[in-house]
């Protein structure tokens, strides 16, 4: 049979995308055939594409996304066909049908509909890998949240909430600020028109955050270093402004004996059982209202180099599905 992708041949802008036919083979030994539902779209996907996390070409990206199980191959157990199921820790979701490793899989509720599970499986899974298995944030520690408006933002401000941890949350604007507080985000800091280290300092009496979780990288790193509260920990987890680069460890130690870490979901969920519990405490908090799947926007599959542009634009707000 063929499927239809999304592939490029080169990295670069998303005018490097290609959407060809292809020919696609049976599952082999471990493998399931997958019709897909829904695809998320993520910043990493951005990473593969220009080349800033080199991937190996040609390349049908994207790590997230949901579909039906369509064809075993030998040797499979635990899914049937007609199974929906979810994959948010293997590349090729940026497909109409795709063939994937059965460990790769988790198993769908009944109650999470396609849509919401492709928003929310690498989002979420990033927030409760950050807040619950890498800072291992506590009731009272204040967190300070860059990109709060964004789609792991958001969903870092409900799942902090529900942690009993207030939020500071950085926005671009007024607009995006409320989003952030509708989340659960209790002071906003509009990196745009404000000093971020010297609001944090304001809002905590001088003494700085213990938690600072930053997705954008390079341009926040000073504001994260003076931000920070002694012994405080900066987890750096993307790279939206370049990655973060000559970090001085003496920096750290004048700026009061900082913890640093560079943390990626794949060296946490390394395992089917460790998938598929990140995937369940994500719904259990969609379930009790912490969090939302919200979509901001859809795109076709056709139109990903679109979607590309405005993610990266940061006109983006919430979560951007992609429909096959």
């Not at 191959?73 to 293997?90: E, I, Q, W």
Request: hydrophobic share 40%; proline share 5%.
């Amino acid at each position: 049979m063929q499927t239809h992708v999304q592939r490029i041949d080169r990295t670069g802008g998303p005018d490097v995308f290609q959407f060809v036919g292809t020919p696609l083979p049976e599952p082999g030994p471990g493998e399931v055939r997958l019709r897909a539902t829904a695809i998320g779209l993520n910043y990493i996907d951005t990473y593969h594409r220009s080349g800033l996390y080199p991937v190996d070409l040609p390349a049908v990206l994207g790590t997230e996304g949901t579909g039906v199980v369509e064809a075993l191959g030998d040797g499979v157990t635990g899914f049937a066909v007609g199974d929906r199921v979810g994959t948010f820790t293997t590349r090729g979701a940026y497909a109409t049908h795709r063939v994937a490793p059965a460990d790769q899989l988790v198993r769908l509720p009944d109650d999470i509909s396609d849509e919401q599970a492709a928003a929310l499986m690498l989002k979420g899974a990033t927030a409760a890998c950050l807040v619950e298995d890498c800072a291992r944030v506590q009731p009272g520690q204040t967190v300070l949240v860059y990109g709060a408006a964004g789609g792991v933002g958001l969903i870092l401000c409900g799942w902090l909430k529900a942690a009993g941890a207030p939020v500071i949350g950085v926005v671009g604007s007024e607009a995006k600020g409320e989003r952030a507080r509708g989340a659960g985000a209790d002071h906003i800091v509009i990196h745009k028109t404000q000093d971020i280290a010297a609001r944090v300092r304001e809002l905590t009496d001088g003494a700085g955050v213990p938690v600072i979780i930053d997705g954008v990288g390079a341009a926040t790193w000073q504001a994260s270093l003076d931000s920070a509260s002694p012994r405080g920990l900066i987890v750096s987890y993307g790279n939206a402004s370049g990655p973060v680069e000559g970090v001085n460890l003496a920096t750290l130690a004048a700026k009061g004996s900082l913890f640093v870490t560079r943390p990626t979901l794949f060296h946490y969920a390394t395992t089917a059982d460790a998938r598929q519990r990140y995937a369940d405490a994500v719904f259990a908090r969609l379930r009790d209202g912490s969090i939302n799947a919200e979509i901001g926007q859809r795109f076709p599959l056709e139109a990903v180099a679109e979607a590309h542009d405005e993610l990266e634009a940061g006109t983006t707000i919430g979560s951007t599905v992609l429909v096959p």
